[in-house]
C-alpha cells in the first residue's frame, strides 16, 4: 500500500500539512458549509478519422470512389462528361444493391438459406443410389464451410449453395473470371477450391490414401449460361444442375469406401452449428 499522500493540485504532502492561513481563517472555512460539487464525466469529441473507420462510413467511402473511378474511365473513354457521371451513379446503385443483399445483421446460422434447402432437396433424392451427405461442415481453424459434402459411387463432392441477386446477369471471361453483374467473383472461386483442398487433405490423411473432393458453386437466382463450366478448377453451373453433375460421372467407390470415407469426413469436418 502506497503510504504518500497527494494534494489536488499534484504536490506531495506529509500526513500532516500545515497550513499557511491563520488559525481565524481556518475556524471561518470550517464553520461555512461547503458547496456541493458535480462531477462530470469528460466528454469525448468526435473525430472525422474515427468516424471514417466506422464499418458504415467505410462502406459509403468505398462505394464512392467505386463511383468516382467508373466515372472518370467512362467519361474519359467516350469524352462525355455527362455520361461519365450516369456511369457513376449506376455504379453506385449496383454497389448498394449487391452489398444489401449479400450483408445482413442477423447472423448467417440464424437465417434459412433458400439455396442450401433447395440443395439438400436434390441430394436428399441421392439416397436411394447410395450416396451420403453431410451438410454445413466446418473447415478447421477456419470460419470457412462446407455447404454439402457428397460421397457417393462416383466419387466425393463440395457443394456451395449461392444465392445471387437474378437481377444482374453471370458471365465467364476468356474461361477464367467469373462475374456476376460488374462484380468479380474470384474470391468466392479461390475459397469453394481451398475449402475442398482442405477436405481433400484431412480425409486422405485418416483414411491412408489419396481421396479427392470435387468443388463446386450452384448458383440460384440468374440464370447461368452454360450446363457446367470449370473456372479456375471450381465447377460452376445452375442450382438445380447439381444432382445431374454429381451423378453423370463413372462410379469410383465402393460401397465399403463409401462408408468409410463418410464416417472420416464426418469427424475430421465438424458440424458448423452442431448434431443438433
Do not use: C
Not at 440443395?119 to 461442415?137: D, V
Not at 453483374?181 to 491412408?208: H, N, V
Not at 463446386?216 to 450446363?227: D, E, M, Q, T
Amino acid at each position: 500500500m502506497d503510504s504518500d499522500h497527494q494534494r489536488e493540485d499534484g504536490h506531495s504532502t506529509s500526513p500532516i500539512w500545515v497550513s499557511d492561513r491563520s488559525e481565524s481563517e481556518q475556524t471561518a472555512t470550517a464553520a461555512k458549509p461547503s458547496a456541493p460539487t458535480t462531477t462530470y464525466a469528460p466528454i469525448e469529441r468526435a473525430s472525422v478519422r474515427g468516424l471514417m473507420q466506422q464499418p458504415r462510413f467505410r462502406r459509403l467511402r468505398n462505394r464512392a470512389l467505386v463511383a468516382i473511378a467508373v466515372g472518370v474511365a467512362v467519361g474519359f473513354l467516350v469524352a462525355d462528361a455527362r455520361v461519365g457521371v450516369s456511369a457513376a451513379i449506376l455504379a453506385a446503385i449496383l454497389d448498394t444493391v449487391y452489398r444489401a443483399r449479400s450483408n445482413s445483421t442477423v447472423p448467417a446460422w440464424r437465417r434459412a438459406s433458400i439455396a442450401e434447402r433447395r440443395t439438400e432437396a436434390q441430394l436428399r433424392k441421392l439416397e436411394r443410389g447410395g450416396y451420403r451427405t453431410l451438410h454445413a461442415r466446418a473447415i478447421p481453424g477456419s470460419e470457412a464451410q462446407i455447404d454439402h459434402l457428397v460421397v457417393g459411387p462416383t466419387g466425393v463432392y463440395a457443394v456451395d449453395s449461392e444465392k445471387w441477386d437474378k437481377r444482374l446477369p453471370v458471365r465467364v471471361q476468356m474461361g477464367k473470371k467469373l462475374f456476376h453483374g460488374p462484380f468479380d467473383m474470384k474470391p468466392r472461386i479461390t475459397e469453394a477450391k481451398w475449402e475442398a483442398s482442405q477436405a481433400s487433405e484431412l480425409i486422405s490423411k485418416s483414411y491412408g490414401r489419396e481421396i479427392s473432393v470435387v468443388p463446386s458453386l450452384a448458383i440460384y437466382g440468374p440464370p447461368v449460361p452454360w450446363k457446367i463450366m470449370t473456372i479456375r478448377g471450381v465447377d460452376v453451373y445452375e442450382g438445380g444442375r447439381a444432382r445431374r453433375w454429381i451423378t453423370k460421372r463413372e462410379r469410383a467407390l465402393t460401397d465399403t469406401e463409401i462408408d468409410r470415407i463418410y464416417e472420416i469426413a464426418a469427424q475430421v469436418l465438424p458440424a458448423r452449428y452442431g448434431e443438433g
